[in-house]
């Protein structure tokens, strides 16, 4: 019924994510299809996966909804936490065509690693590089880290909305009002070669976050809307 890589519970237990995941999935498909979409720098995408073929596709965490809609049925592979409430996520996703690999920094990182490691071989990658738990537009190690290990390049993306509202979370998650006009901003592929040493790690550090960063300004005035001012 999913594809969760946690262990076996309980028919009941898993026929309540399922469904969860399954309503969940629904109407996510229903809102986003209800919003005005302007994709920026499309070709900058078409170009990336002509030149490297497989990529990261890396946003920040708050803004997840639109990369969810538009990456669905690529069968993208992402790295969700091995909690029960990301448990409902990896439902989600799965029944939007993505493939939950579990894991976090915290908890089953090193074999999560792995795993996305041995997907790069044949699928694309979809990180949040604040996630999951912050600090929020902060770019972790991990994701760079990733990059190295797979010898991938990474595509920064980001969205903005007309109106949305924003949860009370770390992240400030973000969910567009239905109608809205949204905008979607493809950057320039980042590379990150194998072996690299602490240096290359943290300036690539430094050009993920900064690139994301001013996505995220250029998708707002796309839609009308000031920069960002923390």
């Given at each position: 019924m999913g594809t969760s890589d946690m262990p076996t519970r309980g028919l009941l237990q898993e026929l309540?994510?399922?469904?969860?995941?399954?309503?969940?999935?629904?109407?996510?498909?229903?809102?986003?299809?209800?919003?005005?979409?302007?994709?920026?720098?499309?070709?900058?995408?078409?170009?990336?996966?002509?030149?490297?073929?497989?990529l990261i596709f890396a946003f920040w965490h708050g803004q997840l909804l639109a990369p969810a809609y538009l990456g669905r049925n690529w069968g993208i592979r992402i790295l969700i936490s091995q909690s029960d409430d990301g448990e409902y996520i990896a439902r989600l996703v799965s029944h939007l065509g993505f493939k939950a690999v579990r894991g976090s920094a915290t908890r089953g990182g090193k074999a999560a690693l792995r795993k996305l490691?041995?997907?790069?071989?044949?699928?694309?990658?979809?990180?949040?590089?604040?996630?999951?738990?912050?600090?929020?537009?902060?770019?972790?190690?991990g994701s760079v880290l990733l990059a190295e290990a797979t010898g991938l390049?990474?595509?920064?993306?980001?969205?903005?909305?007309?109106?949305?509202?924003?949860?009370?979370?770390?992240?400030?998650?973000?969910?567009?009002?239905?109608?809205?006009?949204?905008?979607?901003v493809a950057g320039e592929p980042i590379v990150m070669s194998r072996g690299g040493k602490d240096g290359g790690r943290?300036?690539?550090?430094?050009?993920?976050?900064?690139?994301?960063?001013?996505?995220?300004?250029?998708?707002?005035?796309?839609?009308?809307?000031?920069?960002?001012?923390?």
């Open positions: 309540k994510y399922d469904l969860a995941g399954g309503v969940g999935a629904f109407v996510h498909l229903a809102w986003m299809s209800s919003l005005r979409w302007k994709l920026i720098d499309r070709e900058r995408y078409e170009e990336a996966r002509k030149r490297y073929g497989r490691i041995r997907a790069s071989r044949r699928h694309d990658l979809g990180v949040t590089p604040d996630g999951p738990v912050g600090p929020r537009h902060r770019v972790r190690l390049p990474i595509l920064p993306m980001a969205s903005a909305a007309r109106w949305c509202c924003r949860v009370g979370s770390w992240d400030r998650f973000e969910v567009p009002i239905p109608g809205s006009e949204i905008a979607v943290r300036e690539v550090q430094v050009r993920l976050e900064a690139a994301l960063n001013a996505l995220t300004d250029r998708a707002r005035e796309a839609v009308g809307l000031p920069p960002e001012t923390e």
